[in-house]
């Protein structure tokens, strides 16, 4: 089944936690999937993160991840294989065989410490192996620390490390030998140039006690520091377009990186990036804040695209029009089906024990109501505005070998003239209410004697929950007001109700909404009133 989200964030670390709750507060279906390999595992402690400085960075990631999931965020344990599709249509595959829908995403993959290939150098990163003073200077303060020169940044580290301890070599390792300013800047800090290749680090009980050269010396520490390349994990983007470009401090190139502007998005329209993937220099404290910014900007991006489509619903149910090449529009523009596919919830409960006639589904888009329909015996009518919806439809209905008789029709200027239904189905056509009760009394009118009108609609209380509904809340009429069309001299009422369910298909995977629902039978001695 694939579930779609307005946001789906690819990485679960501070960055992408930050984005969800950021967009999980606003309202936003999110879904944020995580392959539980974060950069910062082999630490202990993470540090300037104030309030949390000291935390374990497993216990900040349960902390989010639980703070989250209290705003309806959906984390899923799995790994992203591939990303497809553009703005608003984009396809997530993960290596368990799901498939995520999204209007927009955010990366926060982070990024891949490349260390120099020294034996004993992985072993020990994160604990006695280190590279940012920041982040760890304060627990080697006063020891012997060693900083091997790697790459451009190792000078650099060299004064940084010595504001932490006086006693800090640099080894020259396969670096050139300082010479001018830069010598007499080290001498001058008391920084003593060691020269020689590293071989290896020793240990003794699982920490570090020196640095062998190939000499054989040891030179006795506490701590080394090492300069690693930063590589972007963006190998997921390709699919999309998106590379990672070099990344510079100062003059040095010492990574790659996906660029992001100053709201976080990327080249890629409806894409955005924060943390490590896009900022390797971020620390936990600063891609959390880069995850809330991006998640802000996200958000406002979806309010401004949730208002373009509420003014065109408003137009297509006001304008027919207008309405309908907006509606032949919106299926063309989508390769695959718009809709779940999948019979509506309600239809499947209330009409799986009438006995099978003639139907009309009203408004039946791609045909998933109308082919469970024939599949159970119905002889089925399929009416809409969009002449590619029904053409999906019947494509539908032949592969699933059963008959489909498909109308073009406007509902709102249709009429069944003489020509009745033992059923008539509308599920999730909605109107504005100047219209609404015509088109429901219209429907209403093609119901045979004896029959059944079954009419599923939005709650209006599912503008106020995670599932974004165009339009204001008079635009959704309660089970209740649906019956109130019908003349009770004709009609038994057998449902109108509120029914709540939990959103799937084409809305999204973990939060409950409510239906709208009306059924009522035709009585058989009715009059032509509706």
Known sequence: MDET????????????????LALGRARRSVAVVDDGTPRNAPAHEMHNYLGRDGTPPAQLLADGRAEVAGYGVALVDDRVTGVGGSVGAFTVDLAGGRVLRARRLLVTTGLSDELPEIPGVRELWGTDVLHCPYCHGWEVRDRPIGVVATGPMSLHQAQLWRQWSTDVVLFQHTADAPEGEVADALAARGVRVVPGEVAGLETDG???????LASG???????????????????????LGLDAVPFRMGEAV????????????????GV????NVADPAAQVVSSAAAGLWAGAQLNADLVAEDTRFAVEVMRAQSDPEFGQAWWEDRYRSHERSVWSGRVNDVLATEAADLPPGRALDAGAGEGGDAVWLARRGWEVTA???SRTALDRAAAAAAEAGVALETRRADVTAWEPGEERWDLVTASFLHFLPDRRDDVLRRLASAVAPGGTLLVTAHDGSDLHGAVQRPGLPEWYATGEQMAAVLDSADWAVEVAEARPRTARGHEHGSVHVADAVLRARRRQSSSSRV
């Open 254 to 269: 010492v990574g790659s990186h996906v660029p992001v502007d100053a709201r976080g998005a990327t080249a890629v329209p």
């Open 383 to 385: 009416l809409d505005v």
């Open 217 to 239: 010396e040891v030179v006795p520490r506490a701590a080394v520091v090492v300069a690693p390349r930063f590589t972007a994990r963006s190998a997921v983007l390709t699919g």
């Open 272 to 275: 955005w990036a924060a943390g």
């Open 206 to 212: 699982g920490r570090l006690t020196g640095v062998r």
């Open 5 to 20: 989200y307005d946001v789906v964030v690819i990485g679960g670390g501070a960055a992408g936690l930050s984005g969800a």
